[in-house]
Structure formats: structure tokens, C-alpha cells
């Protein structure tokens, strides 16, 4: 505490003189005030009443004004004021609804003036006017605010705000008969004294109880308010309404306002529970305080400056049962530890960037924006000459990456939400029109994936090749399908015995060793598939040999080495157990002479590269037998999961919609109903309201399924009285007559019900229908033009 600044300031001829400093007090204090010199002040509260003297490096307790055998309610005060023009002068707010006025100058010990018993809760502020030596205001828990004249025992006048409490009430410095009121309501009134039946000015000021309220000591129609909401707002009270022209958010309730003395834009402020600090504010900078004063243990209770014309010594009480002097030079500059940079996305995706000055190197090339929708790139923010803490390099630059608006365009995920099939076919088929729907829109990465759940999950037997291979490369050849390996169900007709001798006459072969334990199945040069330029050519079975052996190259396809090698043999399962029985071969010798396979041939093989090789080409049947249904799901679920990380939620809920209790079951319950709400979320906001629906109906999640009957209310009118039903049958309360009675057949509607908007007379959808075939009138008669939508 040595280490602390001390100050010395001159005002008139009087100095001031002092240092940081504290004393123990003994209870919290609920307020404190100063008296006119800045030599004393007051700390008040529920268990204290005392005045101490301000010395230079310490607090001197001068007088307890807590006197008598017996303790009073009248000594538990809520607010306390010392008047600026006469220094014996005290006034207290009690908690019992009294207000008790103080004579220093008295000879006893007992130094208690006047009491004022006409509020009937507890008084929560004071106030003396500032020329005025015996006019009092009070403002109270009850609602009403009263002036005292000194001189008299009663109030001269009330004032009701109509409102349940009144938290502060100060009058204006500059405006002689005018007094600001705040209340719980969030209003906040201006009155004139000399009206008392009826306020002067009205407006909402926050949005929760208001707290406290300062006019400031220059600027005639400055009004600053705090309030429970966190803000502390400043109203200009010129114009002929009340104009907030500046806002302060801080991190809680705000207690008590005091605007700085010689400085126009400072205000300091304090916190009703939670934050124990005081911060003095630059309202014209709001985002972070001037200044910060970190020395209470709990929340501070009262802050008063010194002196009317010193900026430099703040006075504070708290709950911690301490008094505080602070000098302004000993403060904390929260702007120390502030994080000089700044991010943030603009409405358009730009990117700007803020940081220091020094850390923007100098780069010759920027070019400022020349668009009609932003400020330019680069700008710097000058110092203020007139801010307290000149020696802050508070310079700034700020830089904006601009984004082509093209590239955040959401087109595709309209189209794709608007296209996608997620219920209604068969799950091949849905996998196939999506893959389709999203290759359309050139995400290929989407399209495969659909491509892929459609492998894992659904027969291939039962879908056609055409529609296998729409996903497949340039120069794809639509493959037929092959359940099994056996020759036997080939047909015949696929071969060409002219390629196969051409193959063995002008390209590379080798003689492949077989042991007993092999089989081999050569199923050369199948036949061209309409509209493809290439062979699509198989190499089925187990062959022993080297890798290099089992790729034959044709030379006079010019585009063969371009081509990707085919999977080796090896990595496909076995089709059959291999037993050691040379008999296994007699089905081949038996087709020697087959067009397909030769006897010459059988050892032989001469493999042709393809143009290009699909995973689409593999039968479902090769792992349908070995593999659980299940075994593909946990890396579908990584999928999705990787998908929704991306930011991508309309892929993970479509996926997850069409595989229904295929993939539900991996996926916990909270996961899926946030992709849900996500996605349904971003429909909306394009408007999309009818997919948003389907969705919701589709969903798999409980939570998600009943939103729509969770926001949906239907107020029904009886027909015949007009008036609102109730919910409990189909029988007017009022008139005793069923609501809801179709026009055509008489009868109670207990389902789908129309009725025409002109005349309320309606019925069954199927015979409302029907009658309009034959007439436009009204069936109930009525005479009607009767039209339906």
C-alpha cells in the first residue's frame, strides 16, 4: 500500500491530498456521501452510522451517530445524503419506511433533526436539491415519492408513479423544479415539482427494474440510467422525446451511476451482486472500461467522487465492511490485457481482420474496394487527443478479405433438399436417384457415398445393370452381373472364339502352372455392350502365378497404359471350397470345345485392361453369405458423423431417413435429434416449409416427430352461433347444435373437413367435391357462390 501513487490536486486555493487507502468498517455499508469540502464522509447502513474524517494517508472516525440504550429501526438506513450547501446537514433512508434528517451542529450526542413517518415501506432513496437548503425527495418501496420542506413536520407534496417501487430519484442540476424518477417497471419519469398530480415526461428506459439514475454536471439533458438488463444508457432529454444516444453493456446488474467530474464521457459504475469491481466507462467506447478498480472482496455497496470538480479520488463502501479511497493513476487498464486482435464475418462472407498497426506489415499492393456495399479494406482509427490514457497505442488496422459471392452461394443445397427422394421406393432406388441428384450438382464425394450405402444395404439381384452403372467413369460399359463364377451360367452368346484367337496370336501370353488344388475359369473377351468403344473383359478365379503374369497388354488399344490395373484375383473370396480332387477340372474338359474355353486355351490366359473397372461390377452375392448384415454400420455411422462435423446435416438426416433401423440403432438419440432440429432449421430459413414437413414426418426421432402437432392449434367456431368451440366434442356449449354438420349428407364430420371461407357451410372433402361437379351453389342452401381452394 506504500508503493501507492499519492496525489495532489488544487481546487481554489484547497488541496487535495492523498493516496489509496482503506479502513475496516464495522458492518457492510449500504451507501455513503461526502460532504462539501471533501474533508468527511458519511458510511451508512443497517448495523452503521458513523462519519469518518479523510486524512492524507488514512480515515479517522470522527462521530457515531448511533447512539441510545435501545437500537432503532430508524439507524438501519438504505440510503444516506449529505447536503452540498450546509455541512451539519444529513438525511437517511430507513428500512422501516421513515425519513430521518440529522443536525451536526447539535450539542448533544443524540444528533437526530426530523422524522418523517408518512411512507408506509421502506424508503430506498433521498435526495436534497442542490440550491434549495430545505427541500428533501424521497422515493420508496410503496410507489410514491414525497418532498419535505425542512421547516414542516409533514410532506408538501406526493407523487405516484402508479408503479409498484421506486428505486432512485435525483433532481436535475441544471433545471431548477425537475426531478428524475426510475422504477421496476423499467420507466423511467420526469417530474416538475411543482405538478405533482401527474408526471411530466414518460419512457422505458430498460427492459427489467432500473436502479439508479445521474444527471451529468455539465451537459444539461444528459440522463445516464443502469438497470437490471446489464446496460447503462444515456438519455438525451432535449429533444422532444428521449433519445438513448449512448449504451454501456457490462457483465451484471448495474447498482449505482456517478458521472466523473471535468471529464464529459466518463462514468463509473458498480454492480448490484456478482462482479465486485468498479469501472469507469468512456460511453463512447463501450466495448471495454476506461479503468478498473479491483480492490473489494464483495459487491460494492456506494460510490461517490470526492469532490464535485476532481476527477482523481473515488470514494466506495461494500459488503466486505471496507472504505475505500481510490486514486485514479493506481488503476487497472483492462485495455492491458484486452486481445488487440479481432475476427469477424460480414453478411456477404468477407472476412476483416483488426490488430495492431505495428503487427500490419506495409504492403504496397492493397488496393482499396471499389464496390458499392462495403466501407473501403483498409482504414486506421486516430487517436483521441482528449482520452485519459494517451500513452495506450490504441491505432488499429483493419484488412477485409473479400469472397467471391458466388462461392457462399446455398443454391445447391436447395436443389438438393428439393430433389433428394427419401421415402416411397425401394432403397436401391432412393440410393440411385440421390447419387444421381448430387452428381448432378457436382458433388461427387456425396454421389459415391450414396453409391456405396446402396452396395452394403441392398440386393443387387433385384436391380438392373443399367441402373448400377449410371455413377461409372468415361468410357464405362454397363457389366453384367454374375451371381456365381460357374461357366455354366454364362451365356453362351457373350463370347467371340475370332477375339479370343487374336488375343493368343498378337498379344503377350504365358503358360500359367495350375496344381490340382486350382481351378481355373477364363472367361475371355465378353461380348461389347452397346454404345461403349471397349471390351469389357473378366478374368474370373484363383490363379497361382506373378502379378506381372496375370496382365496381358494389348497393343493395338493405344489407350491401354493409360488405364488403371485391375484388382489381382487374390482379392476376391473364394467361391467354393477348393478340395484336392482332380476331378474338379472334368466340367471344364467336358467344354473344351466351347467357344469360350479351348483345350489349348485352358492354360493359357490373355487379360485385356479395361477401360474402366467399377466397384459397381461386384456382386452383392460375394459377401452377402460371410458377412453380418450389421458388419458395414459402424463405418456408415462414421460417415455420417463425418459429414454433420463438416457442416453438412442434409446428408447425414437423408442418409439416416432412408436407411431407417438400419443404421438408427449406432447413433445415440441426442445426435440425431440435433442433425434433426439443424437441418430443419436451414429449410426454414430457405423457405423451404413442405420439405421441412417431410422431414419432420420422416424423422426417427421422437423428439423431432411431434413438433409439428406441439405448433399447430385449430380454433373452430360453431357454424351456427358463431362462437368459439370447445375441445370436448362435436356439440356447441352455447346453442346445444352440432358444429360441424356436413351440407350434403347431414351428418356429424369427424374427419377431414372443408368449408367455404364466404359462407362457413362446408362438409365431407368427397362430397363437397362430388356436389361441385354438378353446381356452384351452396348445398346448405344459402344461395352462395360458394369457391374452394
Known amino acids: 500500500m506504500e508503493k501507492m501513487a499519492r496525489v495532489t490536486t488544487a481546487l481554489g486555493g484547497n488541496a487535495l491530498t492523498g493516496r489509496t487507502m482503506f479502513c475496516h468498517l464495522d458492518a457492510p455499508a449500504n451507501a455513503i456521501s461526502v460532504c462539501r469540502d471533501a474533508a468527511q464522509v458519511v458510511v451508512a447502513g443497517r448495523n452503521i452510522f458513523k462519519i469518518y474524517s479523510i486524512e492524507e494517508d488514512q480515515f479517522v472516525e470522527k462521530l457515531n451517530l448511533r447512539v441510545g440504550r435501545k437500537p ?81 413536520k409533514d410532506s408538501v ?104 467530474p471535468e471529464c464529459k464521457h466518463h462514468i463509473a459504475t458498480c454492480s448490484m451482486m456478482v462482479d465486485h469491481n468498479i469501472y469507469v466507462w468512456d460511453v463512447r467506447r463501450p466495448f471495454i472500461p476506461s479503468a478498473m478498480f479491483e480492490e473489494h472482496k464483495d459487491v460494492t455497496t456506494g460510490i461517490v467522487w470526492r469532490h464535485l470538480h ?41 472476412l ?44 488499429s488496422t483493419l484488412s477485409v478479405f473479400e469472397t467471391d459471392v458466388e462461392s457462399g452461394s446455398m443454391d445447391w443445397f436447395v436443389h438438393t433438399a428439393k430433389q433428394y427422394a427419401l421415402a416411397g421406393r425401394p432403397l436401391a432406388e432412393l440410393c440411385d436417384h440421390n447419387a444421381k441428384v448430387a452428381k448432378g450438382l457436382d458433388r461427387n464425394q456425396v454421389a459415391q457415398t450414396w453409391t456405396m450405402l446402396r452396395i452394403i444395404y441392398s440386393s443387387l439381384s433385384t436391380v438392373s445393370s443399367a441402373n448400377l452403372n449410371h455413377s461409372m467413369g468415361k468410357g464405362s460399359t454397363a457389366l453384367p452381373l454374375m451371381n456365381s463364377f460357374n461357366l455354366k451360367d454364362i451365356p453362351s452368346g457373350l463370347g467371340s472364339e475370332s477375339r479370343l484367337d487374336r488375343s493368343k496370336g498378337e498379344s503377350r501370353t504365358e503358360n ?68 484336392d480332387n482332380p476331378s474338379a477340372l472334368d466340367h471344364l474338359q467336358d467344354k473344351a470345345d466351347s467357344p469360350h474355353v479351348s483345350g489349348n486355351e485352358a492354360e493359357t490366359v490373355s487379360l485385356t485392361p479395361v477401360e474402366s473397372f467399377s466397384l459397381i461390377s461386384i456382386s452383392h452375392s460375394l459377401y452377402e453369405n460371410r458377412l453380418p448384415s450389421d458388419f458395414f454400420n459402424p463405418i456408415v455411422r462414421d460417415t455420417l458423423l463425418f459429414y454433420a462435423e463438416q457442416g453438412d446435416v442434409q446428408t447425414a438426416v437423408s442418409v439416416l431417413i432412408v436407411l431407417g433401423d438400419r443404421i438408427r440403432k449406432e447413433i445415440d438419440e441426442q445426435t440425431q435429434e440435433h442433425w434433426y432440429t439443424s437441418y430443419i432449421d436451414l429449410l426454414q430459413r430457405f423457405q423451404l416449409w413442405n420439405i421441412s414437413n417431410e422431414v419432420i414426418k420422416l424423422s426417427t426421432c421422437r423428439a423431432i416427430n411431434c413438433l409439428n402437432q406441439a405448433s399447430t392449434t385449430l380454433h373452430v367456431n360453431c357454424s351456427n352461433c358463431k362462437r368459439p368451440m370447445s375441445n370436448r366434442g362435436w356439440i356447441c356449449d352455447r346453442c346445444r347444435q352440432c358444429a360441424s354438420m356436413c351440407a350434403v349428407c347431414h ?5 377431414l373437413f372443408v368449408w367455404c371461407q364466404g359462407c362457413s357451410h362446408g362438409g365431407h372433402l368427397q362430397h363437397i367435391m362430388k356436389w361441385l361437379e354438378t353446381s356452384s351453389h351452396c348445398p346448405a342452401g344459402c344461395g352462395h357462390l360458394c369457391e374452394y381452394t
Not at 747 to 751: A, L, S, T
Open 72 to 152: 432503532s429501526l430508524n439507524f438501519s438506513c438504505a440510503d444516506v445524503v449529505w447536503h452540498q450547501m450546509d455541512e451539519n446537514l444529513l438525511a437517511t433512508a430507513a428500512t422501516n419506511g421513515v425519513v430521518v434528517t440529522w443536525n451536526l451542529g447539535k450539542p448533544s450526542r443524540n444528533k437526530q433533526d426530523q422524522l418523517f413517518t408518512e411512507h408506509k415501506r421502506t424508503v430506498n432513496k433521498v435526495c436534497f436539491h442542490p440550491t434549495e437548503v430545505y427541500m428533501l425527495l424521497s422515493g420508496s418501496q410503496d410507489g410514491y415519492m414525497k418532498c419535505f420542506d425542512l421547516r414542516k
Open 157 to 260: 407534496s406526493t407523487f405516484s408513479g402508479q408503479s409498484e417501487s421506486v428505486r432512485d430519484v435525483q433532481f436535475s442540476i441544471r433545471d431548477y423544479f425537475t426531478f428524475a424518477a426510475t422504477f421496476e417497471n423499467g420507466n423511467v419519469q420526469l417530474w416538475d415539482i411543482r405538478r405533482p398530480d401527474r408526471y411530466e415526461r414518460m419512457f422505458t428506459a430498460h427492459n427489467g427494474p432500473v436502479f439508479c439514475c445521474d444527471w451529468h454536471p455539465e451537459d444539461r439533458g444528459w440522463l445516464a440510467t443502469g438497470g437490471r438488463d446489464k446496460m447503462v444508457k444515456v438519455w438525451d432529454m432535449n429533444t422532444t422525446r428521449a433519445k438513448e444516444i449512448y449504451c454501456v453493456q457490462t457483465i451484471a446488474s448495474v447498482a449505482r451511476v456517478k458521472w466523473r
Open 310 to 350: 476532481d476527477p482523481y479520488f473515488l470514494l466506495s463502501g461494500s459488503k466486505d465492511s471496507t472504505l475505500y479511497q481510490h486514486i485514479f493513476k493506481d488503476a487497472s487498464q483492462p485495455i492491458d490485457r484486452a486481445n488487440p486482435e479481432g475476427l469477424c464475418y460480414s453478411l456477404y462472407g468477407d
Open 352 to 395: 476483416a481482420f483488426a490488430a495492431k498497426e505495428s503487427l500490419i506489415s506495409s504492403d504496397s499492393n492493397r488496393k482499396p474496394y471499389i464496390g458499392d456495399r462495403r466501407h473501403p479494406i483498409f482504414f486506421k482509427r486516430k487517436l483521441d487527443p482528449t482520452e485519459q490514457f494517451e500513452y495506450i497505442s490504441s491505432s
Open 512 to 579: 500359367i502352372l495350375m496344381d490340382s488344388s486350382s481351378t481355373l475359369i477364363n472367361n475371355e473377351d465378353n461380348e461389347e455392350t452397346e454404345g461403349s468403344d471397349v471390351p469389357a473383359d473378366y478374368l474370373l478365379g484363383d490363379v497361382e502365378a506373378d502379378e506381372d503374369d496375370l496382365y496381358m497388354m494389348d497393343h493395338e488399344n493405344p489407350h491401354a497404359e493409360e488405364q488403371e490395373y485391375s484388382l489381382p484375383q487374390e482379392a476376391f473370396p473364394l467361391r467354393h471350397e477348393i478340395v
Open 747 to 751: 351428418h356429424v364430420v369427424k374427419g
